[in-house]
């Protein structure tokens, strides 16, 4: 979430408008979100809850981690299954041949599933990153494919059909889902560290200019294809760690679920939903559209009906949100923050108003407010004028 | 020489493939857009036909004059109302409204027809011809004629008709054709309504020689979507050639090989094409940066 | 997600656990993706028998009240939907949902909360190797489900040539590897041996590879949609086997007449587990309500209906021998080597749940109806077509 001001800094702009919240409450929000998260199985103990929590974590695990890549570098894959599935079948392997017992010892596998996607990643990235766009969507979407026949077909492997079954821990039903989702969670804040970090990074920045213009990047000497692929590798490791929790979690894999092609639709709609590029753009589009959909299912026993109210529900937030839900959010609360300002540049009686605001202790915004003028009818329009609209965007097109 | 029944099996196929994944690839060369609904759009089509057979005894091949302008019609609504108000990102975001579309036809369709499979199964469907010990079905054939000659019409409306000029003259540049007094609007609605009244025509084919339900868009799309990347974007014949080679190659390996590896093979094809041509076959060149 | 947890909470109803009220039964269905076709039947079947029993005094003289959820053929929400079924809803039994793929993560759901899953249609061998005590199939499970019909095959003919094709599913494959075992063990050649995947949609190539072996046996491992391909294609090739055995898509009804036409369904046999003629444990009366409720005709109600019946009639029997709605005490009463009786025929599970008293059926599409012709014998007027008539001859 780096604030990169790209306002003019012209006569035009008397006031200095950041481009997001600040820190306090940004660090304040997350600390309270991680504070509900980590005691949100002791609040709603009930399994059919914590199972759902349980889905949650691991779609935002999943969700973080295909932002890596695509929200970052711009290629949207559609194939991102691949890894799911490659990190289902690792653990139930791994489980099955070097004899883990269920339980505990299963999650010790979540890091190698991870490795084993990001290390198979590699050749496929070679492979797909060659092309862009929509043929790089399709690309994405073949390879998966292609994984889910391998797994169809590998009979020796991975049993076919039949899939392949792991031996599930012996916990009690009444705290069963607690320790997958405490995992998940886990899981989920290390993917929002890497996340941070590629944001913050000098890598990261190369990565970003790709998704500006691929092709001024490599002008400006990045290398473009070693940036994309490791990108490509870090997103594949956090969803095989999902498949991962996935596995042991419904204590089976089969090739059409690891592989399963609307688990990509999944996790590209709740990140566009959420914010795409965004740091914070999956983990809301996770949190609300996992619940909300599993819902969804359990209130409409009729499942057409479930299929128009999420196709309905969608198409509005498409319609009203189109940057996604994070950079929305970011506009309205820029453009309040500006109608507050120019409210209290217009009444000389209450000039101490702005300084008093939450947005007011960010020290950049403080004192040009104050020095407006008074009463200033000529400095408030011009004020507005300098905003760009989509500029509240936090990704900063 | 059961090598060549499936080759001929393949193209007779493919044809049909070829009339849904010309609306598919016609729709992206002059919007750019990525119909993720023309998979429910067939199975639209083959309900209309089904529907129209079963309780108006109207023949699939004669319902097509209702039925292909019925979605041409819908086709150009679906335009107005959901790609028209599309401001920015309008690749992804039609992408993702075009998905979200079909999602709701998905669950109408589920609530009408309910999820039984059906087929429409006229007296002729199970009659074919042999010429020397090749196989022939009757129904493969007229749906191969059919295809050929609507898709002869579309190629004849692009390249023939002034239609075909602004609708070119869009899909090269759509900022100069509205420069020089082009509706790229009004284009860009009736091309999306053409798409999907092919869908209506290969919807009609595949309910004839298919039992399907609304989930039956799933495997569609993605065989369609394959198509259109194998021929390239855009590209009206590389759509007819990629869909015959698709069916051809699934039909030989499953003959000579295994059924199970036809899928694989075909996508291991594509990809090494990818490798070599990105822009797929007949793809143009200039696919943009970024 | 705060308020949706509340909701879900919410939603938990009063009436549960009290000895007065309705028994509430869970189950969830697919009515969308994969399985809906079949999700749907699974749940009128289960309706069916829901209205049946109440109309003749529910179970220990209560009401019978279902609680459906819609799984979109997905483990993940069968997963959710049976923890909502057991722990918000409280409902007093769950029974399986639809195939193999569901029933496996289901059961054990249900047995991490100590509750007994009688299902009817989750017969793959999965479902039996997990080593859980409290999955009971009424149904026969897959390894069987032509052992009677290779049984006959080997009985009355001579070693032939067969060929062998199936959707690479944990049901069918199973089905078919148990009889193409056995017949090779009795000196049946296996000519074409083919797998195709579910995402198939022209079965020519697999057709004309069968027909171009000539073999005069064909057995297919085909859900309704191929099942129906096959044939439209051997017809097509005017490929007519002396005989043709598929896992489904004969069995159901008026579909089936229409996808291949009336004149070629003579000799055309499918394993089952069921049919609407059956004089079986409350079959006609199951049959009547059905169509009372859903309408159409006798031929058009799929096995999966009877499934999901057989599967309420264990549960009633037992019950109400039981006198309580304790799941320990079923599970137990189950495993006790009881026979039951269903619209199916017998039903008495072996110790990891399967059915041993299942008889494996051959039907048989004789003049325009699907008759019971296997085993011979035990109240099976009809002899059977042992030579399938050529297409076009006639139902």
Not at chain 2, 12 to 24: K, Q, R, S, T
């Given at each position: 979430?780096?604030?990169?001001?790209?306002?003019?800094?012209?006569?035009?702009?008397?006031?200095?408008?950041?481009?997001?919240?600040?820190?306090?409450?940004?660090?304040?929000?997350?600390?309270?979100?991680?504070?509900?998260?980590?005691?949100?199985?002791?609040?709603?103990?009930?399994?059919?809850?914590?199972?759902?929590?349980?889905?949650?974590?691991?779609?935002?695990?999943?969700?973080?981690?295909?932002?890596?890549?695509?929200?970052?570098?711009?290629?949207?894959?559609?194939?991102?299954?691949?890894?799911?599935?490659?990190?289902?079948?690792?653990?139930?392997?791994?489980?099955?041949?070097?004899?883990?017992?269920?339980?505990?010892?299963?999650?010790?596998?979540?890091?190698?599933?991870?490795?084993?996607?990001?290390?198979?990643?590699?050749?496929?990235?070679?492979?797909?990153?060659?092309?862009?766009?929509?043929?790089?969507?399709?690309?994405?979407?073949?390879?998966?494919?292609?994984?889910?026949?391998?797994?169809?077909?590998?009979?020796?492997?991975?049993?076919?059909?039949?899939?392949?079954?792991m031996s599930f821990p012996t916990w009690q039903g009444s705290y069963f889902n607690e320790p997958f989702y405490y995992v998940g969670l886990v899981a989920a804040i290390v993917a929002c560290a890497a996340s941070w970090w590629v944001r913050r990074s000098k890598y990261g920045l190369g990565l970003l200019s790709i998704r500006d213009d691929e092709d001024r990047a490599r002008g400006l000497g990045i290398n473009a294809t070693?940036?994309?692929?490791?990108?490509?590798?870090?997103?594949?490791?956090?969803?095989?760690?999902?498949?991962?929790?996935?596995?042991?979690?419904?204590?089976?894999?089969?090739?059409?679920?690891?592989?399963?092609?609307?688990?990509?639709?999944?996790?590209?709609?709740?990140?566009?939903?959420?914010?795409?590029?965004?740091?914070?753009?999956?983990?809301?589009?996770?949190?609300?559209?996992?619940?909300?959909?599993?819902?969804?299912?359990?209130?409409?026993?009729?499942?057409?009906?479930?299929?128009?109210?999420?196709?309905?529900?969608?198409?509005?937030?498409?319609?009203?949100?189109?940057?996604?839900?994070?950079?929305?959010?970011?506009?309205?609360?820029?453009?309040?923050?500006?109608?507050?300002?120019?409210?209290?540049?217009?009444?000389?009686?209450?000039?101490?108003?702005?300084?008093?605001?939450?947005?007011?202790?960010?020290?950049?915004?403080?004192?040009?407010?104050?020095?407006?003028?008074?009463?200033?009818?000529?400095?408030?329009?011009?004020?507005?004028?300098?905003?760009?609209?989509?500029?509240?965007?936090?990704?900063?097109? | 020489?059961?090598?060549?029944?499936?080759?001929?099996?393949?193209?007779?196929?493919?044809?049909?493939?070829?009339?849904?994944?010309?609306?598919?690839?016609?729709?992206?060369?002059?919007?750019?857009?990525?119909?993720?609904?023309?998979?429910?759009?067939?199975?639209?089509?083959?309900?209309?036909?089904?529907?129209?057979?079963?309780?108006?005894?109207?023949?699939?091949?004669?319902?097509?004059?209702?039925?292909?302008?019925?979605?041409?019609?819908?086709?150009?609504?679906?335009?107005?109302?959901?790609?028209?108000?599309?401001?920015?990102?309008?690749?992804?975001?039609?992408?993702?409204?075009?998905?979200?579309?079909?999602?709701?036809?998905?669950?109408?369709?589920?609530?009408?027809?309910?999820?039984?499979?059906?087929?429409?199964?006229?007296?002729?469907?199970?009659?074919?011809?042999?010429?020397?010990?090749?196989?022939?079905?009757?129904?493969?054939?007229?749906?191969?004629?059919?295809?050929?000659?609507?898709?002869?019409?579309?190629?004849?409306?692009?390249?023939?008709?002034?239609?075909?000029?602004?609708?070119?003259?869009?899909?090269?540049?759509?900022?100069?054709?509205?420069?020089?007094?082009?509706?790229?609007?009004?284009?860009?609605?009736?091309?999306?309504?053409?798409?999907?009244?092919?869908?209506?025509?290969?919807?009609?084919?595949?309910?004839?020689?298919?039992?399907?339900?609304?989930?039956?868009?799933?495997?569609?799309?993605?065989?369609?979507?394959?198509?259109?990347?194998?021929?390239?974007?855009?590209?009206?014949?590389?759509?007819?050639?990629?869909?015959?080679?698709?069916?051809?190659?699934?039909?030989?390996?499953?003959?000579?090989?295994?059924?199970?590896?036809?899928?694989?093979?075909?996508?291991?094809?594509?990809?090494?094409?990818?490798?070599?041509?990105?822009?797929?076959?007949?793809?143009?060149?200039?696919?943009?940066?970024? | 997600?705060?308020?949706?947890?509340?909701?879900?909470?919410?939603?938990?109803?009063?009436?549960?656990?009290?000895?007065?009220?309705?028994?509430?039964?869970?189950?969830?269905?697919?009515?969308?993706?994969?399985?809906?076709?079949?999700?749907?039947?699974?749940?009128?079947?289960?309706?069916?028998?829901?209205?049946?029993?109440?109309?003749?005094?529910?179970?220990?003289?209560?009401?019978?009240?279902?609680?459906?959820?819609?799984?979109?053929?997905?483990?993940?929400?069968?997963?959710?939907?049976?923890?909502?079924?057991?722990?918000?809803?409280?409902?007093?039994?769950?029974?399986?949902?639809?195939?193999?793929?569901?029933?496996?993560?289901?059961?054990?759901?249900?047995?991490?909360?100590?509750?007994?899953?009688?299902?009817?249609?989750?017969?793959?061998?999965?479902?039996?190797?997990?080593?859980?005590?409290?999955?009971?199939?009424?149904?026969?499970?897959?390894?069987?489900?032509?052992?009677?019909?290779?049984?006959?095959?080997?009985?009355?003919?001579?070693?032939?040539?067969?060929?062998?094709?199936?959707?690479?599913?944990?049901?069918?494959?199973?089905?078919?590897?148990?009889?193409?075992?056995?017949?090779?063990?009795?000196?049946?050649?296996?000519?074409?041996?083919?797998?195709?995947?579910?995402?198939?949609?022209?079965?020519?190539?697999?057709?004309?590879?069968?027909?171009?072996?000539?073999?005069?046996?064909?057995?297919?491992?085909?859900?309704?949609?191929?099942?129906?391909?096959?044939?439209?294609?051997?017809?097509?090739?005017?490929?007519?086997?002396?005989?043709?055995?598929?896992?489904?898509?004969?069995?159901?009804?008026?579909?089936?007449?229409?996808?291949?036409?009336?004149?070629?369904?003579?000799?055309?046999?499918?394993?089952?587990?069921?049919?609407?003629?059956?004089?079986?444990?409350?079959?006609?009366?199951?049959?009547?309500?059905?169509?009372?409720?859903?309408?159409?005709?006798?031929?058009?109600?799929?096995?999966?209906?009877?499934?999901?019946?057989?599967?309420?009639?264990?549960?009633?029997?037992?019950?109400?021998?039981?006198?309580?709605?304790?799941?320990?005490?079923?599970?137990?009463?189950?495993?006790?080597?009881?026979?039951?009786?269903?619209?199916?025929?017998?039903?008495?599970?072996?110790?990891?749940?399967?059915?041993?008293?299942?008889?494996?059926?051959?039907?048989?599409?004789?003049?325009?109806?699907?008759?019971?012709?296997?085993?011979?014998?035990?109240?099976?007027?009809?002899?059977?077509?042992?030579?399938?008539?050529?297409?076009?001859?006639?139902?």
């Open positions: 979430m780096t604030a990169i001001d790209v306002t003019p800094k012209g006569a035009a702009a008397p006031e200095h408008i950041p481009y997001e919240p600040p820190r306090q409450i940004r660090w304040t929000s997350t600390g309270l979100l991680l504070a509900f998260l980590a005691v949100f199985p002791l609040l709603f103990p009930n399994p059919a809850v914590t199972s759902i929590a349980v889905i949650t974590m691991i779609f935002l695990v999943a969700a973080i981690g295909w932002n890596i890549f695509s929200g970052y570098s711009g290629y949207i894959s559609i194939g991102h299954a691949a890894y799911y599935g490659i990190g289902q079948y690792t653990v139930a392997l791994l489980a099955l041949h070097a004899k883990v017992p269920a339980g505990w010892d299963t999650f010790g596998l979540l890091p190698v599933a991870g490795l084993v996607s990001a290390v198979a990643a590699v050749p496929i990235g070679f492979v797909v990153l060659r092309v862009r766009r929509h043929t790089f969507i399709i690309l994405t979407v073949a390879v998966m494919f292609i994984l889910q026949l391998l797994a169809f077909n590998l009979v020796s492997w991975t049993n076919g059909s039949g899939g392949l079954e070693r940036t994309k692929l490791i990108a490509y590798a870090i997103s594949a490791f956090f969803v095989g760690v999902a498949g991962g929790l996935y596995a042991p979690f419904i204590g089976s894999v089969y090739p059409q679920f690891g592989f399963d092609p609307t688990f990509d639709l999944a996790i590209a709609v709740l990140v566009f939903v959420g914010g795409i590029g965004t740091l914070s753009g999956p983990v809301i589009g996770a949190l609300l559209l996992i619940p909300l959909q599993q819902y969804f299912y359990l209130q409409f026993g009729n499942a057409n009906l479930y299929l128009i109210a999420y196709g309905v529900l969608f198409i509005l937030i498409l319609r009203l949100l189109p940057a996604g839900i994070a950079p929305s959010v970011t506009q309205l609360w820029r453009r309040a923050l500006i109608a507050r300002r120019r409210a209290a540049a217009r009444s000389p009686a209450v000039p101490a108003l702005a300084g008093q605001s939450p947005a007011g202790q960010s020290p950049a915004g403080q004192s040009p407010a104050a020095q407006s003028p008074a009463g200033g009818l000529p400095g408030a329009p011009p004020a507005t004028a300098a905003v760009p609209h989509a500029g509240g965007d936090e990704v900063a097109r | 020489m059961l090598v060549l029944q499936a080759i001929i099996d393949g193209i007779l196929v493919g044809g049909f493939y070829a009339l849904m994944a010309g609306g598919l690839t016609l729709v992206f060369g002059v919007m750019e857009i990525v119909n993720f609904a023309q998979g429910i759009m067939v199975v639209l089509g083959a309900y209309l036909s089904y529907a129209l057979f079963s309780h108006l005894s109207i023949d699939p091949f004669l319902s097509l004059v209702i039925t292909m302008p019925g979605m041409f019609l819908i086709g150009v609504a679906v335009y107005w109302s959901m790609i028209k108000p599309i401001k920015q990102d309008r690749v992804i975001m039609s992408l993702l409204v075009m998905f979200a579309v079909g999602t709701i036809a998905e669950g109408i369709l589920d609530l009408v027809f309910t999820s039984n499979l059906v087929q429409i199964s006229t007296p002729y469907v199970n009659n074919s011809f042999t010429i020397g010990s090749l196989i022939f079905p009757d129904i493969y054939v007229y749906a191969f004629l059919m295809s050929v000659v609507l898709l002869a019409g579309v190629y004849y409306l692009l390249y023939r008709t002034r239609f075909g000029r602004s609708l070119r003259a869009s899909m090269q540049n759509p900022t100069a054709a509205r420069l020089v007094g082009i509706n790229t609007d009004w284009v860009s609605a009736y091309t999306l309504g053409i798409g999907v009244a092919m869908a209506a025509a290969g919807g009609m084919v595949f309910g004839l020689t298919n039992s399907f339900d609304a989930a039956s868009s799933y495997d569609l799309i993605s065989r369609l979507l394959a198509i259109v990347i194998f021929g390239g974007f855009g590209s009206l014949s590389g759509a007819l050639i990629a869909s015959v080679l698709m069916l051809v190659i699934q039909d030989v390996v499953a003959v000579v090989w295994s059924p199970t590896w036809g899928q694989t093979t075909f996508y291991v094809i594509l990809i090494l094409i990818l490798l070599v041509r990105p822009q797929g076959l007949l793809g143009r060149k200039a696919v943009r940066a970024q | 997600m705060l308020a949706l947890a509340a909701a879900a909470c919410g939603s938990s109803p009063s009436s549960s656990g009290t000895s007065h009220g309705p028994i509430t039964i869970g189950v969830s269905v697919s009515l969308s993706g994969d399985f809906s076709g079949d999700g749907l039947a699974t749940k009128q079947g289960y309706e069916t028998w829901a209205a049946y029993q109440n109309a003749h005094g529910g179970i220990l003289g209560r009401k019978i009240q279902i609680d459906f959820l819609s799984d979109g053929s997905s483990p993940t929400q069968v997963v959710t939907n049976y923890q909502k079924l057991i722990t918000v809803n409280h409902v007093n039994f769950v029974m399986g949902p639809y195939s193999t793929l569901l029933t496996k993560p289901s059961s054990v759901i249900a047995n991490r909360y100590g509750y007994v899953m009688i299902e009817g249609i989750g017969g793959g061998p999965s479902v039996f190797q997990q080593g859980l005590h409290n999955v009971f199939d009424v149904s026969a499970s897959a390894k069987y489900q032509l052992i009677t019909f290779a049984k006959w095959l080997v009985a009355t003919h001579k070693p032939e040539d067969v060929a062998y094709a199936s959707m690479t599913d944990p049901f069918l494959q199973p089905m078919l590897d148990g009889a193409r075992a056995y017949l090779s063990a009795h000196g049946f050649t296996s000519v074409v041996y083919k797998l195709y995947p579910l995402e198939t949609t022209d079965y020519t190539p697999i057709a004309s590879a069968i027909a171009a072996s000539k073999a005069p046996v064909v057995v297919l491992g085909t859900m309704p949609p191929d099942g129906y391909a096959f044939i439209q294609d051997f017809i097509q090739d005017k490929y007519n086997p002396k005989v043709l055995i598929e896992a489904s898509g004969p069995d159901q009804g008026t579909a089936f007449v229409k996808a291949v036409g009336a004149n070629n369904t003579g000799g055309i046999m499918v394993p089952n587990t069921w049919y609407p003629g059956s004089t079986f444990y409350q079959n006609s009366a199951m049959v009547a309500l059905y169509l009372k409720m859903f309408g159409g005709t006798a031929n058009d109600i799929s096995a999966d209906v009877a499934e999901a019946f057989s599967a309420g009639q264990v549960l009633t029997q037992a019950v109400d021998h039981l006198k309580s709605t304790s799941n320990s005490a079923l599970e137990h009463y189950l495993h006790s080597n009881v026979t039951f009786q269903t619209v199916q025929g017998p039903v008495k599970f072996l110790p990891d749940g399967e059915n041993e008293a299942a008889t494996p059926f051959v039907f048989q599409w004789q003049k325009g109806t699907l008759v019971d012709v296997l085993p011979a014998g035990a109240g099976h007027p009809v002899p059977i077509l042992a030579v399938k008539p050529v297409w076009g001859a006639g139902g």
